[in-house]
């Protein structure tokens, strides 16, 4: 059975025959979960030959392969994703119908593989199903955490973590491969013995070696046969030294080094582990592409022409070191043709402009932990300050240099050690080379370019939005399918009333399929009729939800207090996990619940007014939020949000964007105009002039607008109940602290804002025409163009034509 080639009988026979053979239990008997199991391994065993395939094709005709290094992936859930990349949704949808099964029952029983933390992840996956789906040859390394990010439960309003076990009922989609693992060695010392013809060689005395084993899992590309490999890796005890690691203490340090992902997102901690679980993924990687680059009958010196590794964010940027380790000690190549080398097959992604997110280990760590490597980047780095000397300044080499102060600066290390660096978005990619990194962009102009992140187009609408997909087809065709500038077809339509009615209707059945969903996880009942406002990532100071509380406490007292009747009915809705150490984000979530709390038990506003916080957010809960957003919330401080991609999703589902012009928004709103999106506050130039100048002063908002006043006193007033610290901390983040985020001084835009949104709603017609160009320019965002770009500018990779999307007949 052939991926594309599958009709309703064959499968029901395929698929019962395996229950049988599996659980010997008949369909009516069979649990949900067996009936997952079932399916899950009928879909794996039907695209395993074109995995194989897939990878030996690439062998046979030698082609150049990209290998994504990430210590995060966020794919979800993979068996709707796969069932529609394999053309085979509609089939199975229908024959399990038939048999009394719905699909969407069986597939919430697969757990999200939550093996990262937000976008940083999420995109990696996106780019994994993009790669794939452009047939491009391209896989995924990264680390196989035995506990993904983890469940957020609230607690009287305040947020709980509780331990992920997503494997704890196994997991279909992987394949142990043994026979591939690899040792990594850490710690003990390095011995340089200089032999007589006067070379020197290392010898690694006193190691602690891990064993790293590689899982598997198939990218299945969109109905192209393509099948990649996303391989993540797990620590055991190796066999061999099984006596040397006798205690408990020393087995069960080497278990968890892969246990935990760690829950910081755009935040760097430095802990020791975190330091073991990079070089652990890093040397497991690559060496095995060195390993495997060696049963080519290739030379060493031409590698650049069949490798590319990229580094996605500072965490692996140790790729340099570790492949400069492998071609000098192990294949005795010379430090310049090895640098060569390594240059030309690293690149770059930078993900953050926070400072505190930029990785910094100590020498001390680096060097009792990785003493080799640590040997080598001190020789990258003598040989960065001897090459620069007499060329630029002395100031601009110690800044630039990767070690200083005691410190080894990994984004310094991933720039110099690469022939690209890029950022997320146009102004996040100019920021980067006017302000954080335009030392580097002194020294090296040629490596800089943007690359504006992208969405799985095909996750995100095909599967997501079913309502909204039967009216694209039955309005543009199905060419968007698979080419999502299709999309803009759409905009024929822009003044089509039938066609607004439509997304009308498709949209409010979203609604009511989210409504009905919080009923049953909350106990709360909403308003389907309500704006459904939107606001979906990480609990972070910068991302400003507390500026989205402001303005709610704002409609709240206009109501309470000045009588206002005319508001139209809001549902604000809000996914977030804070990180746990992160004390000052749960203190904006637990006054979010209380708040929430005051308003539905004040029957005054509840009416108008309400807050779901719903718990837990993770990307299968993003499936049923997004579809149902009439309001997609981008209210960052200008120049802190590297791109977002939240953005993109809710744009491309129809949804309006508020929001300030910080990363990829400027994109979303080139792409829709003016008229099509609510842009206000801050620019990044002006929040770069407040900070030269030194001059804000966040008092003098809160003492000249009353309204303003009368929400931040009530953090500290009494008015909202059971919130202690939490409020005061919040009241003293603005007025103490002088407002990091200038939270204060967005405010009247945001309202004013957010007044315009009301205004725009109320107006149908208006509204809906604006929904539908969101959905129409929404094509651009698609990962499948971005991973393409990455393929031409930077990893030099091609897809071959037959391995191109195929374009089915069925949509042609
Ligand atoms: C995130 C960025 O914060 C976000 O703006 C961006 O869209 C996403 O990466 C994907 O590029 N950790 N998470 C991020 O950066 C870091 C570091």
Same mark, same amino acid.
């Given at each position: ?298 030379? !060493? ?22 492949? !400069? ?39 001390? !760590? ?447």
């Amino acid at each position: 059975m052939g991926v594309t080639t599958m009709n309703k009988t064959a499968f029901k026979k395929k698929f019962l025959d395996l229950l049988t053979e599996k659980f010997a239990i008949s369909v009516e008997d069979a649990s949900l979960f067996e009936i997952y199991t079932t399916l899950g391994t009928l879909i794996r065993s039907s695209y395993a030959k074109d995995w194989r395939h897939t990878w030996s094709n690439y062998d046979h005709e030698q082609q150049k392969q990209v290998y994504y290094f990430s210590i995060e992936f966020l794919p979800g859930r993979m068996m709707k994703s796969n069932l529609l990349n394999m053309g085979w949704l509609d089939t199975v949808q229908a024959a399990l119908a038939d048999l009394g099964i719905q699909l969407d029952d069986v597939v919430a029983q697969e757990p999200d593989m939550a093996l990262g933390n937000g976008g940083l992840g999420r995109l990696a996956s996106c780019f994994m199903d993009s790669i794939a789906s452009e047939g491009l040859p391209g896989n995924g390394n990264g680390i196989r955490y035995k506990y993904g990010l983890f469940k957020q439960k609230f607690i009287d309003g305040y947020q709980v973590e509780l331990p992920n076990e997503w494997l704890a009922r196994g997991n279909l989609w992987e394949v142990r491969r043994e026979s591939k693992s690899v040792d990594v060695y850490f710690n003990g010392y390095v011995r340089l013995n200089k032999l007589d013809d006067g070379t020197i060689v290392p010898v690694h005395e006193d190691p602690t070696i891990v064993r790293a084993v590689p899982y598997d899992t198939g990218m299945v590309g969109f109905r192209n046969g393509t099948v990649n490999t996303l391989r993540l890796w797990d620590a055991e005890i190796p066999l061999s030294e099984e006596s040397l690691y006798r205690s408990i203490e020393q087995r069960r340090a080497i278990q968890d080094l892969t246990s935990v992902l760690y829950p910081d997102d755009s935040n760097e901690e430095g802990r020791r582990l975190r330091l073991m679980q990079e070089y652990f993924f890093v040397s497991a990687g690559v060496q095995s592409i060195l390993r495997h680059f060696k049963t080519k009958q290739q030379k !060493m010196q031409n590698l650049d022409e069949f490798v590319a590794i990229h580094i996605n964010d500072t965490h692996p940027a140790m790729c340099v070191a570790e492949f !400069m380790r492998l071609l000098l000690d192990e294949e005795k190549m010379s430090w310049e043709r090895a640098w060569n080398l390594t240059v030309k097959v690293m690149s770059y992604t930078n993900h953050t402009i926070m400072s505190e997110a930029l990785e910094k280990w100590s020498v001390e !760590m680096l060097q009792s932990m990785q003493p080799r490597i640590y040997q080598i980047i001190e020789e990258i780095d003598r040989r960065f300050v001897e090459e620069m000397t007499g060329v630029v300044d002395w100031e601009l080499i110690q800044r630039t240099r990767i070690i200083s102060d005691g410190l080894v600066h990994m984004a310094h290390l991933a720039i110099i050690g690469s022939h690209s660096t890029n950022g997320v978005a146009k102004l996040h990619s100019d920021l980067l080379k006017t302000v954080v990194l335009h030392d580097f962009y002194r020294l090296y102009p040629d490596r800089f370019n943007n690359k504006t992140n992208g969405i799985a187009e095909r996750r995100w609408l095909q599967l997501a939005n079913p309502s909204l997909s039967t009216v694209l087809d039955k309005t543009i065709g199905q060419t968007w399918r698979y080419e999502a500038n299709d999309l803009h077809l759409l905009m024929n339509y822009s003044e089509d009333k039938a066609v607004h009615k439509q997304l009308q209707q498709a949209k409010q059945a979203n609604k009511e399929r989210l409504a009905a969903f919080i009923l049953q996880e909350t106990g709360v009942r909403i308003n389907e009729h309500a704006i459904f406002d939107v606001q979906i990532k990480r609990l972070h100071a910068y991302k400003r939800q507390l500026l989205n509380l402001l303005h709610i406490l704002t409609l709240y007292f206009e109501i309470k207090e000045e009588g206002f009747t005319d508001i139209q009915p809001r549902v604000f809705i809000f996914g977030a996990k804070a990180a746990p150490s992160y004390h000052y984000a749960k203190s904006i979530i637990k006054v979010i619940n209380e708040v929430g709390k005051m308003i539905q038990e004040d029957p005054e506003v509840s009416d108008k007014l309400s807050i779901v916080f719903l718990e837990d957010y993770s990307v299968s809960l993003a499936e049923v939020i997004i579809p149902a957003a009439d309001v997609s919330e981008q209210i960052s401080l200008a120049s802190k949000e590297a791109s977002g991609t939240s953005n993109m999703k809710l744009m491309l589902n129809g949804a309006i964007t508020i929001a300030t012009l910080d990363g990829a928004n400027i994109e979303i709103r080139d792409a829709v105009g003016d008229e099509n999106i609510v842009i206000f506050g801050l620019t990044e130039s002006q929040v770069y002039d407040y900070y030269e100048q030194a001059n804000y002063h966040a008092y003098s908002y809160y003492e000249a607008l009353p309204k303003l006043k009368r929400v931040v006193d009530s953090f500290v007033d009494g008015t909202i109940a059971n919130i202690y610290q939490e409020g005061k901390e919040i009241f003293d983040s603005l007025l103490t602290y002088n407002d990091e985020f200038f939270v204060l001084r967005d405010y009247e835009a945001y309202v004013n804002a957010q007044k315009e949104i009301e205004k725009a709603y109320q107006n149908q017609e208006r509204w809906l025409k604006m929904s539908l160009i969101n959905v129409a320019n929404a094509g651009r965002f698609s990962a499948d163009y971005t991973v393409m770009k990455y393929a031409e500018d930077i990893w030099q990779i091609e897809a071959k034509p037959k391995s191109r999307k195929a374009k089915d007949e069925k949509y042609v």
